[in-house]
């Protein structure tokens, strides 16, 4: 129960925080395109957008998923029909909804195994793996999470072998196997790093981070929340540049160095104050 309870607590905190980092432009944008769309085109946009709205309007990524599946279904699109069905798991995840998120899933595996679409195969399981990963079964999860790599593998598909690699690192970190845990992460970090997106960069830099901190290698921890909270100010995300900061000071504290810790706390507490993440005050607080 102790690792079902820490896990649920990671997770509702990454969803909290990620909800204010919704890319409202970028969903007006998509949409103001899917108006004069047609065909396949139309089917990826209504999962483009289904996708977009996963963090803060889970309930539209379901609206939005499930008029891409059908409108897949009507034109037939002969690959990729998965990837909505996986949204729609993702977003049921995220309200909550375990069961209804594990039976999307599975649905996407069947359609995706139907199609012979290896990338949606592989982040089928991958999406499986997470989810009993979630719920502390963790001998379940590693098998998933080994066929989704080895797909990504053979596919080349960075996107997904940095998921992946993450999903590993998250698993072998909650079994104190810190050195495989580093392995992942660090892998995850180098492939976000050469896709470029400068949001995946900063989690990845933080996930270093607290690994390290962990295992009280605190000037490591500093080190990565120090390039974590430069990404942060690049775009601007207010709420996991608190999250850094104090992480960042919680380091600083386990150190000694109670002045640094304090300042870095008080930066944190600013930006969740500025964006009212009552969810977040708590941990600044106590540290």
Not at 41 to 58: Q, S
Not at 84 to 89: D, E, S
Request: charged share 20%; with cysteine.
């Amino acid at each position: 129960m102790r690792i079902k309870h820490v896990i649920f607590l990671f997770i509702a905190s990454l969803i909290i925080t990620q909800s204010v980092a919704q890319n409202l432009k970028l969903i007006q944008s998509l949409k103001k395109e899917l108006k004069k769309s047609s065909g396949k085109k139309k089917f990826g946009l209504l999962a483009d957008v289904a996708w977009e709205y996963r963090w803060a309007y889970p309930d539209s990524t379901i609206y939005y998923a499930d008029s891409s599946y059908r409108f897949g279904k009507t034109i037939k699109v002969n690959k990729d029909l998965a990837r909505p069905l996986n949204y729609k798991g993702v977003a049921f995840n995220y309200k909550g909804n375990i069961l209804t998120a594990f039976d999307a899933y599975n649905e996407a595996l069947r359609v995706s195994q139907q199609q012979h679409d290896s990338i949606q195969i592989a982040y089928s399981n991958n999406n499986i793996g997470r989810l009993f990963f979630e719920q502390g079964i963790l001998s379940r999860s590693y098998s998933y999470f080994v066929t989704a790599l080895s797909i990504f593998k053979e596919v080349k598909d960075s996107s997904g072998l940095a998921y992946t690699y993450q999903s590993l690192a998250n698993l072998y970190r909650t079994q104190k196997d810190f050195e495989k845990a580093e392995i992942n992460y660090t892998n995850a970090y180098k492939i976000r790093l050469s896709l470029g997106n400068t949001r995946n960069i900063m989690s990845a830099l933080v996930q270093l981070g607290r690994l390290y901190q962990e295992t009280g290698q605190h000037d490591k921890a500093l080190k990565f929340f120090s390039q974590a909270d430069s990404a942060g100010q690049v775009i601007n995300d207010a709420i996991n540049l608190a999250e850094v900061k104090t992480f960042a000071a919680e380091s600083y504290l386990s150190k000694g160095l109670l002045q640094k810790a304090e300042s870095m706390c008080a930066e944190g507490l600013k930006h969740i104050l500025s964006k009212n993440n009552v969810f977040m005050l708590s941990h600044v607080y106590v540290t």
